[in-house]
C-alpha cells in the first residue's frame, strides 16, 4: 500500500436514492485483450482484434508491442461490416507481426500482463528490450518469469534494481531454446501464463512444473490454455489427464485470428453490485454463455448474497432483494473479485469471512491492508487474517475513500458511497488502468 498525495482529486461518489434500473455496455476484457495482443504478435500472419479494451493497460501493452516492431493499425467503425463487434460499435486493431526487434523500452506502468507477459516476448527479440514502469511495479514479484527464463536460455540483466524485479534487459537473441522448468507461481498465476503464452515460439516449447504453494487465479490459466489453442497452439494441460501442476506447449506457428473480446465481466462487478446493494435490476449486455473469466463467478457469489439472475437473450440480468447477505468464501481462484465483494459485505447483514488472497498483498496495492484501513474510517470493523479479510458490517459514515492507484480501490468505494452518503473517492482516475469510462458509467447507470 503506497502513500496517496493528500492533494488528488476527491470524486464525491454518488448516493443512490432508489433502486437503480440500469443497462451498462461494460467495455472488453483486459486479460482478454492483452493475452490476444501478444498472441497475435506473435502469429505468422496478420490478425484482428475487435472491440479491444481501450485502457491504461491495454494500451501499454499495445505501445510496448510496437516499439518492437509489430504494427498494430487501430480502426473504428460504425458499420459492423467493416470492424463491427455485436452491437456494430466497432473498434478493430489489426495486428500485422513482422519479427520482434530491439534495442527497444517497455513501460510496463502497473500492468501486472505486461510486466510478465512480455520479457518471455522478449527473449524471442532480436536485441535489447529495457523494461520498467510505475514505482509499484518494483515490489510486484517477478522472479517466477525471470528466473524460468535464465533457466530456458535468456540473457536477462536485472541489476539496475533489486535482484528478480524491475527495472530490468532482456537481451534477446532472436530465438529461446526453451525445455523444462520449474517454478513457484504460488504469489502469481500470471507467470506460468507468461510462459506458456510465448511457448510456442521457443525452439523446444516449454513444460511449466509449478512447484509450491497454492497457485491462484486457475480461470486466468484456462484463458490463457484456450486463447492459445484458438490460434493453433498445442497445449498439455492437468486437466486434460496430465500431471497435476504441469502444462506443455508444443513448439510451432500461430495463426492470426478475428477475435471479438468479451465484455470484462469482472469491470461488470460494481454494476452488478449496485444492484444489490439498491434493491434494484442491472442488464450487462453481452454476457458470455461460456467464458474462462472469473467474474462470471460472480452470478452465483452475488446470487449468495442476496441477488438473483437469469442470462437473458439481452444480457445477464442481475436482481437485487433489498437484502445482503454475508459470505464465507474462497476467493483463491477469483482474487480480481476481493474489493467489489468486500465492499458489498461492508453493507451486509452478517459477517463475511473471504478467504484464500493472501497474494492480494502484491497486487496494485497491498489490497487487504487498503480495504481494511478505507473500510474502518468509514466506520467500518474489517480485520486482515492470514489469508483474506474478516467483515463485520457496521453502519458506515461519509469519508474520504483512499485508492492508492488501484482501480478495484475505486471502483470498490464507489459501491459503498451508493449506500452511504458522503463517500469521497480519492483519484477515482485510476480506474483508467483497466476502465477509464467508469466515472460516466456509474453516473449514466444511475441516471444522472
Ligand atoms: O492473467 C491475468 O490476466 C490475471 C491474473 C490474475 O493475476 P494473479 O494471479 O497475479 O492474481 C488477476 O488477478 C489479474 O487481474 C489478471
Ligand atoms: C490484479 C490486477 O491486475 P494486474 O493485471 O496488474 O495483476 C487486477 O486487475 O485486479
Request: charged share 20%; glycine share 12%; proline share 7%.
Amino acid at each position: 500500500m503506497t502513500e496517496t498525495p493528500a492533494h488528488t482529486a476527491l470524486w464525491p461518489a454518488p448516493h443512490a436514492s432508489g433502486a437503480v434500473t440500469a443497462t451498462v455496455h461494460v467495455p472488453g476484457s483486459k486479460s482478454v485483450t492483452n493475452r490476444a495482443l501478444v498472441l497475435a504478435a506473435l502469429a505468422a500472419e496478420p490478425g484482428w482484434l475487435r472491440r479491444p479494451l481501450r485502457s491504461r493497460d491495454t494500451l501499454l501493452m499495445a505501445g510496448a508491442l510496437r516499439a518492437m516492431g509489430v504494427g498494430i493499425e487501430e480502426t473504428v467503425s460504425s458499420s459492423s461490416s467493416v470492424a463491427g463487434g455485436q452491437d456494430g460499435t466497432g473498434e478493430a486493431w489489426r495486428v500485422i507481426p513482422s519479427g520482434l526487434h530491439g534495442p527497444a523500452t517497455v513501460d510496463v506502468g502497473n500492468a501486472g500482463t505486461v510486466m510478465r507477459f512480455l520479457p518471455p516476448v522478449a527473449a524471442l527479440a532480436d536485441g535489447p528490450i529495457h523494461f520498467d514502469g510505475d514505482p509499484r511495479s518494483y515490489e510486484r514479484p517477478l522472479h517466477g518469469v525471470i528466473d524460468a527464463l535464465r533457466v530456458l536460455g535468456a540473457r536477462i540483466d536485472d541489476t539496475r534494481g533489486t535482484p528478480g524485479a524491475l527495472p530490468l534487459t532482456v537481451h534477446g537473441c532472436g530465438a529461446l531454446e526453451g525445455g523444462r522448468v520449474e517454478i513457484d507461481a504460488s504469489s502469481s498465476s500470471q507467470f506460468v501464463s507468461a510462459l506458456l503464452l510465448s511457448g510456442p515460439g521457443f525452439n523446444q516449447g516449454v513444460e511449466v512444473r509449478h512447484v509450491g504453494g497454492a497457485l491462484p487465479s486457475m480461470p486466468h490459466i484456462r484463458m490463457t490454455v484456450d486463447m492459445l489453442r484458438s490460434v493453433g497452439a498445442q497445449v498439455d494441460t492437468p486437466e486434460a489427464g496430465g500431471e497435476p501442476n504441469v502444462w506443455r506447449v508444443t513448439p510451432g506457428a500461430l495463426l492470426g485470428r478475428d477475435l471479438t473480446v468479451e465484455p470484462d465481466l469482472s469491470n461488470a462487478q460494481p454494476f452488478l453490485a449496485a444492484a444489490l446493494v439498491t434493491g434494484g435490476t442491472v442488464t450487462i449486455p453481452d454476457w458470455p454463455a461460456h467464458t474462462t473469466q472469473p467474474g462470471d463467478a460472480l452470478r452465483e457469489i452475488f446470487t449468495e448474497m442476496g441477488g438473483s439472475c437469469e442470462l437473458t437473450e439481452q444480457g445477464l440480468v442481475f436482481t437485487g432483494s433489498g437484502s445482503i447477505h454475508g459470505i464465507d468464501v474462497d476467493l483463491s481462484e477469483v482474487g480480481e473479485l476481493t474489493p467489489g465483494i468486500a465492499a458489498v459485505a461492508a453493507l451486509a447483514d452478517a459477517p463475511s469471512t473471504l478467504r484464500g488472497v493472501a497474494h492480494l498483498r502484491l497486487h496494485e496495492t497491498d489490497r487487504l491492508a487498503a480495504l481494511t484501513k478505507e473500510i474502518n474510517e468509514l466506520g467500518g470493523d474489517v480485520t486482515e487474517t492470514s489469508d483474506g479479510l474478516h467483515i463485520k458490517p457496521r453502519r458506515l459514515h461519509g469519508g474520504i475513500f483512499h485508492t492508492y492507484d488501484d482501480h478495484r480501490m475505486a471502483t470498490a468505494g464507489a459501491v459503498i458511497g451508493l449506500a452511504v452518503d458522503g463517500v469521497q473517492i480519492e483519484n477515482v482516475a485510476t480506474t483508467a488502468k483497466t476502465l477509464p469510462d467508469f466515472p460516466d458509467l456509474w453516473t449514466g447507470m444511475l441516471g444522472n
